[in-house]
């Protein structure tokens, strides 16, 4: 085991890190995560905000089609000169408050690229650069809605139900070639998405945000940093043996 295992500021120098989704919230935290560890990183969205790491290398690009995805992962891995650890984060959801039946066709589309195949696709452009590293790890972002969620956004969960199926099935097929896989599933986080989102249901459902605490056992909503902190415990050498699961970062919310 090396020296520096458990030394935050250094484990993760050498590495190189892609974080899709990584201009803000969860995203941004991960990829600050991983820079404040001595990684190289990459983020890719549409639009830079503020809250970008400014040490990142932004990478521009729409994940929702086959084109925009594998450009992102060539980008980053010519940016980056190959790749160690691969985060797919980026997502996306647009409540449809009239219930399940209201949501358009190309609704269900939309949400499938973003949310499930846009990590599929990045993975799979990104392969080959994993597959020259010592020790890959990826890590998908899902979402407690994989479960069954209310009707507004059934179609993202869907997604993410799939997304979940899928990087189970990739872990078995990666792990013995040694690149760890896993889920992170975050609770209700204090993220510009997240938030907006919340709001939306709240207002439709005539309560306040706050109110659906009481489904959370620790009764407040998450920090980016605090699922930021397990999405780095998996792809760092801490997480050496930790590959095909699914980890609940949510105050207690996956225990009811
Ligand atoms: N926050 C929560 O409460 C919560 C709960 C459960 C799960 N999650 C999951 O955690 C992850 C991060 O959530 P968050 O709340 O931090 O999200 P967020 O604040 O909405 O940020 C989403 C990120 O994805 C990017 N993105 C969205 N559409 C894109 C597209 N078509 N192409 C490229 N990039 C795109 C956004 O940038 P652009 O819009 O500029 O492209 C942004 O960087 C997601 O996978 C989400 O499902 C979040």
């Known amino acids: 085991m090396p020296a520096n295992l458990f030394d935050p500021a250094t484990e993760f120098v050498g590495r190189r890190a892609l974080v899709t989704g990584g201009s803000r919230g969860i995203g941004a935290a991960v990829a600050q995560r991983l820079l404040d560890g001595g990684a190289a990183v990459a983020v890719t969205a549409r639009s830079h905000t503020a809250d970008t790491p400014v040490d990142a290398v932004f990478i521009a690009g729409d994940l929702r089609t086959a084109d925009g995805a594998s450009a992102v992962a060539d980008a980053a891995v010519r940016e980056l000169g190959g790749l160690d650890i691969?985060?797919?984060?980026?997502?996306?959801?647009?409540?449809?408050?009239?219930?399940?039946?209201?949501?358009?066709?190309?609704?269900?589309?939309?949400?499938?690229?973003?949310?499930?195949?846009?990590?599929?696709?990045?993975?799979?452009?990104?392969?080959?650069?994993?597959?020259?590293?010592?020790?890959?790890?990826?890590?998908?972002?899902?979402?407690?809605?994989?479960t069954p969620l209310p009707g507004p956004i059934i179609h993202y969960g869907a997604a993410k139900a799939a997304l979940n199926a899928y990087t189970l099935g990739l872990a078995q097929e990666l792990s013995p070639q040694g690149i760890r896989v896993n889920i992170v599933t975050p609770g209700p986080v204090l993220s510009p998405g997240g938030t907006e989102i919340r709001q939306t249901l709240a207002d439709a459902a005539g309560i306040d945000p706050d109110e659906t605490l009481v489904g959370v056992p620790m009764r407040r909503f998450g920090e980016a940093s605090e699922v930021a902190e397990v999405v780095a415990l998996l792809v760092s050498p801490r997480g050496s043996w930790l590959t095909s699961h699914n980890f609940y970062v949510d105050g207690g919310v996956g225990a009811l």
Do not use: M, Y
């Open 86 to 146: 691969l985060i797919n984060n980026a997502a996306s959801a647009r409540p449809h408050v009239g219930g399940v039946t209201t949501i358009p066709d190309q609704e269900w589309l939309d949400s499938l690229d973003i949310n499930f195949l846009s990590a599929v696709r990045v993975t799979h452009a990104a392969l080959p650069a994993l597959r020259k590293s010592d020790g890959a790890a990826i890590v998908n972002v899902s979402s407690g809605g994989a």
